[in-house]
């Protein structure tokens, strides 16, 4: 039935020691030539059985003599032989054809036929439509590539490893061989073919290497690709500087494409990247764009060490390699920028993605136990939630003992094929610790919820807190164990400083604890408090739970004004808009949390030493997707409005004046820079001009339009652009027509277009948003059109997608029919977002359903059917 199984692993029967590949590359014909040295694993004879999909075989040798029909048996996706010699050289010959290929896996066209270039995706089993080959992480080999082409058409041909040779054919043709000399798995094989720009940089590893780096992108994209050159370099140092990460090859390369299924891949010494996350100038990147252009170039760099030179021994331990490099990635962009802030980010991401997919059908174990189709857990839970185990298990053994337990995890699986245990005992090696009882994170799907109760004792001084924790079923587990739980924590006195803790049989009184909370109920007692005091719980979000503190409005507004962890203060401006929230969708005459939450941010508003970052932050209330978790049934325009109460009670508590004024002033400073400091102030000026437009919308969309023309770099002019749709102003629809004109050559660019379109909230944007799909930009596709416009709509535009007559989910049920003949895996994507239908209220409800049934009753692909099935459960 398709389901692969955690319990059935069995290591390979076969190995491949070498790999020498011929590759006679075409648009429309290639043909690869495949010699595999193989060696069974085993004494007892044993079938060897290949994958392979959408291949025409040519040819099949092995040691060199020409198999009969009757030697072996092919199919659809496999090739098997039974009777081989232990050791053999078997060779094969296949065609493919490149352009015909829109699922963008395997050996793929990207651009025209005319103009576009050849590329590979691989991961997690696109090698298989490729050659024949055991498509499995735990089949290391050493691979030696040879590609021939037109030398005018392809000048540039690439694989991964180190050059190793170059040269002319006849007939305008040419040839590069490229060798790696480490033993990789088949999903981390990558090729590049074609006209191709370049800019490069040498640099010199710690242990003395000398690399080329080069970045390569096609025509004058080139231009925009220096930003990501510097953040590859300040990766690859400080890789070196806090886990002694050198580079291992002679070149290190990196090749920008606007047709790729996901941000960016990390073949060995071959980097693919989705434009989007590699092109960065002020002219079309906004601040934002920066940020993840550094974050992503640093994640593919820092899978060198993890996820290549230790893989992955099965795809059920993806969370091994993309956990733990998500994690590395934010602690560089914490040392790069801002840590508080970005902490703020990795959990509102966390929040609005990881918590959803594990409230609903879709949930799942960061370790899952079986799939259907692997393209589908490359999820929020395998990435996010997979990164906060990392940080949990970093935090319980304190940074050296992180750090000596990570080289020891080098030291023992340095060129294997690792498992989760396999990394939890290397870790906790380095200081004794049994890290055990964090499997069971690894295992369990679903959002623990922590309450916690505090309690002054005035007879006994002391603050008594009670810990309860409870996880809540998910599809297929419908009992769940208690995890440990880091608890980060703090009594703070009235000026906001944390008061020592002593818990009853500790001598020792730090002024922050960190408590391991494993049962189902604990107590823990702090002696000598000599007053009520509010407890800072959950510090740095210590732990992925949802935490219920049971605190009210005046508490969280006392930790807003004095807490001095950053991340616990915007904690606790968002709890206080969520308990704003609760009262405005109840409908309530007076809301006094409201109240409270404009109150204390008024009070921050003026306060000069405040980041004005993190300022900017505290005066947004959480995300609608994030609120609409507390909302059951959901009625997402009713949520909505309740949201649209919220921004404009603190609009007009703050008022027009102070706004119009601190949006005058660092309007003022601002100069277009891209350090911090410029790019923290600029965060603040978009979200004063977003209130502002509330209570003084004629002048303020007059301001908006007039920046939008003068601006000097992108971030202002799609702050003001973005600005002026979602007030609906009269001169958003001017600018957008601008917008398009500008940017009408630049796929990456004209993506910001749909996407403002997208989410644009209107009664109309169901039609806009049809007729959008017939501009002719727009292409099913292409899997950055299909997100920029669909997934944009679907899953951040609730009002609209949600529209009560049911358009919006006709909509993309008509889409995702199409999508999936040309590439299952953007459709399995952008079906997700169909998964909270039962959520709804019954109206929106029932109409979801009908289309999500009417879906499943279609022939679709492996990978859609697999999501549809799951949510409709
Ligand atoms: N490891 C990469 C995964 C990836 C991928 C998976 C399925 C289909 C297409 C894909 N392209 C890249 C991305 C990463 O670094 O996490
Ligand atoms: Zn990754």
Known sequence: NGVVRLADYVAPAWRVDEVELEFDLGISVTQVRARLHLRRSGVTPQALVLDGAGLQLQAIRVDGRELADTQYTLDETSLRIEQLPAVCVLETLALIDPAANSALSGLYLSGSAEHGFLLTQCEAEGFRRITWYPDRPDVLAKFHVLLRADRQRFPVLLANGNPAGSGELE??????????????????????????????????????????????????????????????????????????????????????????????????GLNIFNAKYLLADPQHSSDDDYAHVEAIVAHEYFHNWTGNRVTC?????????????????????ADMNSATLKRIEDVQILRRSQFIEDAGPLAHPVRPEQYSAIDNFYTATVYDKGAELVRMIAGRLGAAA????????????????????????????????????????????????????????????????DLQQHTPATPGQPHKQALPIPLRLALLGDDGKALPLRLHDSADAPGERVLEFDSDRARFEFQDIDAPRVASLLRGFSAPVRLDAGLGAADLAFLLRFESDGFNRWEAAQQLARLAFAGCLAGAPVVPELGTWCDTLAELFPQAALDPALLAELLTPPELNDLAQSCDPLDPAAAHTAREALEQALAQRLGANALRARHAQLLQAERGDLDGAARARRRLLNRCLRLWLRVEPIAAAAMAAQRYAEAP????????LAALLAAGAEQAQPALDDFACRYDADPVTLDKWFVLQAQAPRSDTVERVAALMAHPRFSLRNPNRVSALLQNFAVRNLPAFHRPDGAGYVLIEQALAQIDALNPTTAARLATALKDWARLEPARRRLLQASLQRLVRRDSSQDLADILRRTLG
């Open 171 to 268: 007939d305008g043709r040419h040839w590069v061989a490229w060798v790696d000399p480490h033993p990789k798995p088949c999903y981390l094989f990558a090729l590049v073919a074609g006209r191709l720009e370049k800019i490069e940089q040498e640099y010199r590893t710690a242990d003395g290497r000398a690399v080329m780096l080069r970045i390569f992108a096609e025509g004058d994209a080139i231009a925009r690709c220096g930003y990501a050159m510097d953040a590859l370099v300040r990766a690859m140092r400080w890789d070196e500087q806090q886990y002694g990460c050198n580079y291992d090859l002679d070149v290190f390369h990196i090749v920008a494409t606007h047709d790729f299924n996901m941000g960016a891949m990390e073949n060995k």
């Open 402 to 465: 992180w750090r000596r337990g990570m080289d020891e995890y080098f030291l023992r699986h340095d060129g294997e094929a690792a498992t989760v245990e396999q990394f939890l005992a290397a870790l906790g090696s380095a200081d004794g610790s049994d890290l055990s009882p964090y499997l069971r994170w690894y295992a369990q799907a679903g959002t623990p919820q922590l309450q916690a109760r505090g309690e002054y004792d005035a007879a006994q001084r002391c603050y008594r807190l």
């Open 713 to 720: 770099a992108m971030t202002e002019r799609l702050a003001c």
């Open 313 to 333: 021994r099965d795809w059920f331990q993806l969370s091994l390699k993309e956990g733990l490099t998500v994690y590395r990635e934010q602690q560089f962009s």
